[in-house]
C-alpha cells in the first residue's frame, strides 16, 4: 500500500486518506459579477494534468487535517507536501525530465515547508 | 497409429483482420484513438456515411486501451430520455452487430439486475423502472425472491449489513466479448478502406484561422479534412493540443477476474450500495469490477485496497464466491464528468470533434456513439440523439445527472 507523508503525522497508510481534488481553486472574489461560462469553469472545470498536480488530501483517519499535495498522476509518487496555505511549489521544477522522485523527496520538501515528518 | 507426432505441426499463422498500412499524407477524416469509439465511428462513417477517406491513429495498438480493460456490461436502463435515446439507439445496434459486422462478438443478452439495498433505493430504483418503460426500455422492478430466482447464488439473508431488497431487471441487458468487438469493427472498417495507423501518437493539432487542418504525429505530419477525437482517459490531453479545456477528471478504475469456474452466475448483477457487480464470461472466470479509485491517474493501475473492499463486498453478495481465487486485476483510464454523462459533439474550432467523458460505462455506447458520432462529422452539426451531450450544457445548466444509473458502475 502507498504511504502518503501527511505533513503533520509522517507516512501513513493510504487508506487513512481522502482525496481533495485540485488545490489552489479560490472561491470567486466577486461571485455577483460572473457569467455563466465563469460560474461553469469554478463548478465543473479542473485542471487534469499527466504529470505533477497540486492537490488537496485529507488526512481523515489521522490528525483530521486538510494539506496540499503535488503527486505525479502517471507514477501516483508524491514529490511535495505542504500546508494549505502555503503557496504552490513551482510546478515546472517536478517537470524535469528525471524519473518521479521517491517519498524522501517529498519528506524533504515538507520539511522545507516547515512541516514535520514523523 | 499415428503418421505424425500431435502437436509436432504448427498450424499457418491465422489470416490478419485487418492491412497495417502507413500513414498517407493526408485525409478526410483522421480519428485519435483506436479504442471502441474511435473503430465504430471509422466503420460507421464508411458504411452508412460514405466518408472512407479516413484513417484511424492509435499511439499503442488497436483496442488496447480501455477496450481492453472494461467488463463489458451492456444495457439501457438509465433515468433520462437524453440517455434513453442514446443508450436504447446502442444496445438496437448490439442486437444487429454479428450480423451487421459478420463477426462473432459473444453478445448474450442474460439480462441485468441493479440491486437495491435499502428504502432510498428501493424508491430510485422503481422510479427509474417507470421512467425506462416511458421510453420504451424493457425494465422490471423484482422483489428479493424474485432476485433469488433469477441468480440464485445471490445472498438474500434479510440479517446481513445491506440486504438484498429487490431490483430493477432489464432482461435485454448483457455482455459481449470486447476484444472481438474491437476486432469485428477493425476487420470491418478496413475492409471498407479505412487506414488503420497504429503505433502513431497524436502531439499536436494544426488549426489555421479557427479550422483544424491537420495532426502532428509520431510518425510524422498528417493533414485532414476533419479531425474527430475520441482518446478515452488522454481527452484532456488531447483536447488541450487544441486549446480546449474539458471539465473532465481522469481516473485509474480496476477490474479482476477469478480462475476459471463452472457455469454459476446466469446473469449480471451489480450492486451500488456495495460497490460491486459481478458476471461470469463464457471462459467461466467471474468479470468483476468496482468503483474508480478516488485519485486522479494516468497509470493504468490502482490500490490494492479498493480490490479488497470490492471482494468483501462480493463475497457478502455471493458467499459461494469465497473460495474462489482471483487470477489477475488490471486497471484503465476513465474519464469521468461532472454529471456522469458523456460528451459528444462540435467545438468551436471547425471540423474539430469532440466524443469523451463516458467515464465508466461506455463500452455499451460503442455502436450508439460510433454512429451517432459518424453522422455527426458527416453532417457537421450533431446528431438529434447527441445533441443534448454537448460541452455547453456546463454553462447553461442543462446536466443530465445520471450518478444514480451510473453511480459505482457502469
Ligand atoms: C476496468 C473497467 C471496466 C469497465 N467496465 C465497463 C462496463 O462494464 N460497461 C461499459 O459500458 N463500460 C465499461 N468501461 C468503460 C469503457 O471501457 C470506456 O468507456 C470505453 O472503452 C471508452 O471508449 P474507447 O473504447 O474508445 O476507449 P479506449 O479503448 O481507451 O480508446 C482510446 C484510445 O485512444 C488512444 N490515445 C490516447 N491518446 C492518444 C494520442 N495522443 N494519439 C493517438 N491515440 C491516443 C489510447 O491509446 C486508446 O487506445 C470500463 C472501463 C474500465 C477501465
Ligand atoms: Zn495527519
Redesign the interface.
Known amino acids: ?2 504511504l502518503i507523508p501527511c505533513p503533520n503525522c509522517g507516512r501513513r497508510e ?2 487513512e486518506f ?2 481533495g ?1 485540485q488545490a489552489h481553486v479560490p472561491y470567486p472574489a466577486e461571485p455577483a459579477a460572473l457569467g ?2 465563469e ?2 469553469d469554478y ?4 485542471d ?3 504529470g505533477p ?1 497540486a ?1 488537496r488530501w485529507y488526512h481523515s483517519g489521522g490528525c483530521r487535517r486538510w494539506f496540499n499535495a503535488v ?1 505525479d ?4 509518487r508524491f514529490l511535495a507536501v505542504y500546508q494549505p496555505d502555503a503557496p504552490r511549489p513551482d510546478i515546472a521544477q517536478f517537470m524535469a525530465a528525471a524519473p518521479p522522485v521517491a517519498a524522501d523527496r517529498a519528506s524533504a520538501a515538507s520539511s522545507a515547508t516547515n512541516a514535520v515528518t514523523r | 497409429m499415428l503418421t505424425t507426432t500431435p502437436g509436432s505441426v504448427i498450424p499457418d499463422h491465422p489470416d490478419f483482420l485487418w492491412r497495417n498500412p502507413d500513414p498517407k499524407s493526408s485525409y478526410d477524416v483522421v480519428i485519435v484513438g483506436g479504442g471502441g469509439h474511435g473503430l465504430a465511428t471509422a466503420y460507421y462513417l464508411a458504411s452508412r456515411y460514405g466518408i472512407t477517406n479516413i484513417a484511424v491513429l492509435e499511439k499503442g495498438w488497436l483496442g488496447g486501451g480501455n477496450m481492453a480493460r472494461n467488463t463489458t456490461i451492456i444495457r439501457s436502463n438509465y433515468l433520462w430520455d437524453e440517455s434513453s435515446g442514446i443508450y436504447e439507439h446502442s444496445l438496437k445496434l448490439w442486437e444487429g452487430l454479428e450480423e451487421d459486422l459478420g463477426y462473432p462478438l459473444l453478445f448474450s443478452q442474460r439480462g441485468v439486475l441493479n440491486l437495491a439495498h435499502s428504502l432510498q433505493d428501493v424508491r430510485d430504483s422503481k422510479r427509474r423502472v417507470n421512467a425506462n418503460r416511458l421510453n420504451g426500455v424493457d425494465a422490471e422492478w423484482v422483489d428479493a425472491e424474485g432476485v433469488k430466482e433469477l441468480c440464485p447464488i445471490v445472498n438474500i439473508s434479510p440479517d446481513v449489513r445491506y440486504p438484498v431488497l429487490g431490483a430493477t431487471y432489464q432482461p435485454r441487458a448483457g455482455i459481449a466479448k470486447h476484444d472481438y468487438v474491437a476486432w469485428g469493427y477493425a476487420r470491418a472498417a478496413s475492409e471498407l478502406g479505412v487506414d488503420l495507423i497504429q503505433n502513431c501518437e497524436v502531439t499536436g493539432l494544426t488549426i489555421e484561422h479557427g479550422r483544424v487542418v491537420g495532426v502532428e504525429t509520431s510518425r510524422g505530419r498528417i493533414n485532414a479534412g476533419k479531425v474527430a477525437l475520441a482518446a478515452a482517459g488522454h481527452s484532456s490531453v488531447v483536447a488541450a493540443l487544441a486549446g480546449i479545456k474539458l471539465p473532465l477528471q481522469s481516473h485509474p478504475l480496476q477490474a479482476l477476474v477469478s480462475e476459471l469456474l463452472e457455469p454459476v452466475h446466469p446473469t449480471v448483477v451489480m450492486s451500488n450500495a456495495v460497490h460491486v457487480y459481478v458476471s461470469q464470461a463464457h471462459k467461466g472466470e467471474l468479470v468483476m469490477g468496482a468503483g474508480v479509485d478516488t485519485y486522479n491517474g494516468y497509470g493504468q493501475r490502482g490500490a490494492f485496497h479498493i480490490i479488497e473492499r470490492q471482494m468483501s463486498a462480493a463475497i457478502e453478495l455471493f458467499p459461494v464466491f469465497a473460495r474462489a481465487h482471483l487470477l489477475r486485476t488490471w486497471g484503465g483510464i476513465v474519464d469521468v464528468t461532472p454529471d456522469a454523462s458523456p460528451i459528444v459533439g462540435v467545438t468551436d474550432i471547425q471540423g474539430l470533434y469532440l466524443n469523451c467523458g463516458w467515464g465508466t460505462g461506455g463500452f455499451k455506447g460503442t455502436p450508439g456513439v460510433g454512429d451517432t458520432f459518424a453522422w455527426t462529422i458527416a453532417h457537421d452539426e450533431p446528431h438529434p440523439l447527441i445533441e443534448a451531450f454537448s460541452l455547453d450544457r456546463f454553462s447553461t445548466g442543462a446536466l443530465v445527472d445520471e450518478h444514480g444509473a451510473a453511480a459505482v458502475a457502469h
Open positions: 500500500m502507498q493510504e487508506i481522502h482525496y481534488g455563466d461560462a460560474w461553469a463548478l465543473f472545470f479542473r487534469n494534468p499527466k498536480f492537490e503527486r498522476t502517471r507514477s501516483y
